[in-house]
């Protein structure tokens, strides 16, 4: 049974290109999300959670009052897959929803 399998630099950057205000950082898809104040950061990580776990693929994240950055990749393909891909696609839905 095969895991998820790391993306080209080619699949990444056709990717990137349909995902506005993601970039590769340290090999990692990298995002910041600036909210209006703490409550609605709060809410769209809890909304982010929940979508998270129903896919079992967690972000790695941090937030300072307002502000959340989040990055993923998939530990055991080594790098960025198509998972990642995906849950940062909804994460985008889910902010622009959040405001």
Do not use: K
């Not at 209006?36 to 809890?46: H, K, N, Q, R, Y």
């Not at 530990?75 to 940062?88: E, F, R, S």
């Amino acid at each position: 049974m095969s895991g998820p399998v790391r993306l080209t630099d080619t699949e990444l950057h056709a990717a990137l290109g349909a995902m506005p205000g993601w970039e590769i950082r340290d090999g990692r898809l990298h995002r910041t999300f600036r909210f209006a104040d703490f409550s609605a950061a709060f809410g769209f990580m809890t909304r982010v959670a929940l979508v998270a776990e129903s896919m079992n693929h967690h972000p790695e994240w941090r937030n300072v009052w307002s502000v959340v950055e989040i990055d993923l990749t998939t530990h055991d393909a080594g790098g960025i897959t198509a998972l990642d891909v995906t849950l940062a696609r909804r994460i985008s839905e889910l902010a622009q929803a959040v405001g």
